[in-house]
């Protein structure tokens, strides 16, 4: 008969990165995921990845983003490119969770006193010191801009991130300096990351260069991500992806593919 004093039970934050332990013992053995390879195609090339070490990074899908009522809808940008990957989204996250695929939400979220923003950072924002940078109030609706914990830095609500996704709050273009998602991905035993979100040139590729220098393997998404910037940013985006850090490739793509896999 079992002794529930004694058996082990699982350490660790994550299932695939956990000990087994009781009083007695300690088991540092890890069961590897069964492996689960789908096949994308990226213009000639074939690129095969494994679902079960893998997780997807969606940049910045928030409100002051992507809300009408948002920041930059505010400062005059057009935001309508920034929407567009809403509807790949709401098709490739659901099947992607049922896969077990991390989802992980990366939005800007400062601090409220901003003290770890050095000028540079502010001053992109809020040249002249008199405008709506970060973390001054929206006049519509006073949220506080790219601030942690507000409107301004939520997922837009047509992308309802769910219980078990994980949300990493940001201060820089890259969502990898001073924050812990490095540490997350590997607790989480990720290989190879897809990367969705907004600006494709901006934040989704500094974010996807720090996660190729970091020996990650990288793939955006190409349907789920986009720019408000010129659109030469965003040829010049997927041709630098291709060229030196990883491969493009949609959700539609991975769709396609795990339906053939099932």
């Known amino acids: 008969m079992s002794d529930p004093e004694n058996d082990q039970i699982s350490l660790g934050a994550s299932p695939r990165n956990a000990w ?9 053995t890890r069961q ?18 494994d679902l079960s070490q893998t ?19 505010h400062i ?25 695929v991390p989802v992980i939400w990366l939005n800007w979220g400062n601090r409220p006193d901003r003290m770890n ?9 809020d040249p002249d010191g008199r405008s709506t940078g970060i973390g001054k109030p929206l006049p519509s609706n006073g949220a506080h801009v790219l601030e942690e914990g507000s409107w301004a830095a939520s997922v837009v609500a047509e992308l309802s991130p769910e219980a078990n996704d994980i949300a990493v709050s940001k201060f ?15 607790n989480l035993d990720v290989r190879t990351v897809l990367f969705a979100g907004v600006n494709a040139d901006q934040c989704v590729a500094c974010s996807l260069h720090d996660a190729n220098f970091l020996g990650y393997d990288v793939l955006l998404l190409e349907d789920c991500s986009a720019t408000t ?3 030469f940013c965003m040829q010049a985006t997927l041709y630098n992806v291709r060229q030196c850090f990883g ?12 339906e053939k896999d099932t």
Request: charged fraction near 20%; glycine fraction near 4%; proline fraction near 8%.
């Open 20 to 28: 087994r332990v009781n009083a007695d013992s300690v088991d540092m």
């Open 32 to 49: 590897p995921a069964q492996s689960r390879p789908v096949t994308v195609v990226d213009q000639a090339r074939r690129v095969t990845f």
């Open 55 to 73: 997780a997807i990074i969606v940049v910045d899908m928030q409100n002051d983003f992507c809300h009408r009522d948002g920041w930059l809808a």
């Open 76 to 100: 005059g940008v057009d935001v309508e490119p920034a929407r567009a990957p809403i509807a790949p989204l709401q098709r490739l996250l659901p099947a992607l969770r049922a896969a077990g």
């Open 117 to 125: 923003l050095p000028p540079a950072v502010l001053h992109v924002y």
């Open 172 to 186: 820089r273009m890259s969502g990898f300096q001073d924050t812990e998602l490095d540490s997350i991905l590997r």
């Open 229 to 231: 910037s010129p659109a």
């Open 247 to 258: 491969f493009v490739t949609s959700g539609e793509a991975i769709l396609t593919a795990m």
